[in-house]
């Protein structure tokens, strides 16, 4: 990918998608967040990213919706996804 790509994040967990947000951007990526899903299927129709970051668990839509979302529209069709989790394992 080069290093000038618009990748959008979608993660609720605030600490969580401003690390990804802050390490892409070092990197030379733009780089743009929302922590809300229905936020991120309007960045994604308005600014077409090269590739999206999406949480699997979110509260009002969650990953895979966002997805069917995003490929029954022919805009935001065809752009990569990338599931991200922080699923925590229960301590023992």
């Known amino acids: ?8 994040v979608i993660e609720d967990e605030e600490i969580l998608r401003d ?12 780089a743009i967040g929302t922590g809300d899903s229905r936020r991120g299927l309007l960045l ?20 895979y919706e966002v997805l069917k979302a995003l490929r029954q529209d022919a805009k935001t ?4 996804l990338i599931f991200i989790s922080a699923e925590k394992k229960p301590k023992r």
């Open 1 to 8: 990918m080069k290093q000038d790509a618009a990748i959008l």
């Open 19 to 30: 690390i990804i947000l802050n390490v892409l951007q070092e990197k030379g990526y733009q």
């Open 44 to 63: 994604a129709k308005e600014f077409v990213p090269d590739l999206i970051l999406c949480d699997i668990r979110m509260p009002k839509l969650d990953g």
């Open 77 to 80: 069709r065809t752009i990569p």
